[in-house]
């Protein structure tokens, strides 16, 4: 059963973060030529292979519980990020990300930018790389630390793969930003699943255990969405109640 | 700035992000997870992980609140 969650949540994470980059990517190649947005995204692609080949062998040789409590923490710092601001976005205190509105702002930008005088568009080809770079970086570590800690990386890549697969056949058949996925209600989940491994395996990692090993991470799961929830309604409430006092927060 | 201090801080925006108190809040956890007997870690980190999110939600909010 872990299995299939170490899947989903290599492939939710992934598919949050590509539909990211592809908004940008389709935002320079539209606007300032697909030529060197495509040398961007080839640079930034063999950047992450090197940045992945390196880590994903040292990962092996370190001891498990090291790994661990390693790995647990930095989901636990990856997960709590992504919780607050999905709590705070589902609570109606941040704005949803919207990602039409990113990309038509990305496209002003492109437009407005000063034009090249060389065969190369240096302006598209950084921010393709950047964009593809930034958000693959994430994907390439919640990839290796879920993996890793679990002892399976190949695994976790199946579901990144499974992601880009996804996020990419439909962009390209689209060829525009992928506005109806429910990006927000992804991110909530995937935040909660960060904590949750970040929470089940640091506890093994400092040498503490759960009743019913890996059984458990399904509750612990259950645990942080309630909880999650439970902040939620808790903002929402207090919101509700700022309005009828005549304040004007969230 | 110096190469080595943008190297620095990518890392620093990248894994720490827009709110330090996660990230210490975690360093928090994990110390005291480690500090209580082994039959207790898990509760510790379970329930110092909600309190670490409550309050960096809280703040959040209250920032959020300030700025308007």
């Known amino acids: ?250 | 700035m110096t190469n080595v201090a943008r190297f620095l801080r990518f890392w620093y925006d990248f894994v720490v992000g827009d709110d330090w108190t996660s990230a210490v809040g975690v360093a928090v956890v994990l110390i005291a997870g480690a500090l209580v007997p082994r039959d207790a870690t898990a509760w510790v980190v379970l329930v110092g992980t909600a309190i670490v999110v409550t309050l960096t939600v809280w703040r959040g909010a209250a920032r959020r609140r300030a700025a308007r």
């Open chain 1, 1 to 250: 059963m872990s299995t299939a969650v170490l899947v989903l949540v290599a492939f939710l994470a992934s598919a949050v973060e590509m539909v990211e980059a592809l908004t940008i990517v389709l935002a320079v190649g539209v606007t300032r030529g697909w030529r060197s947005t495509m040398v961007g995204v080839a640079g930034a692609t063999g950047a992450l292979v090197v940045v992945v080949g390196a880590l994903g062998p040292a990962l092996v040789q370190v001891p498990i519980s090291t790994l661990r409590v390693v790995v647990g923490g930095l989901l636990l710092v990856f997960g709590l990020q992504w919780l607050r601001k999905a709590v705070l976005r589902a609570s109606g205190v941040l704005a949803l990300h919207d990602e039409a509105g990113i990309y038509e702002t990305e496209v002003r930008e492109a437009s407005e930018a000063a034009r090249p005088t060389g065969a190369l568009d240096a302006y598209a080809a950084t921010l393709a790389f950047k964009g593809v770079f930034l958000e693959g970086l994430e994907v390439a570590f919640i990839v290796l630390t879920v993996g890793g800690a679990h002892g399976s990386v190949l695994t976790a890549s199946a579901g990144a793969l499974l992601a880009l697969v996804v996020v990419g056949g439909v962009g390209v058949w689209l060829h525009r930003p992928l506005t109806r996925v429910p990006e927000n209600s992804m991110k909530f989940v995937v935040g909660v699943m960060l904590t949750s491994f970040g929470v089940f395996w640091s506890t093994e990692g400092l040498g503490g255990h759960w009743p019913g090993g890996d059984a458990s991470l399904l509750p612990v799961i259950a645990v942080v969405a309630l909880f999650a929830l439970g902040l939620v309604g808790a903002l929402r409430g207090r919101g509700a109640r700022s309005r009828i006092g005549g304040e004007v927060v969230p």
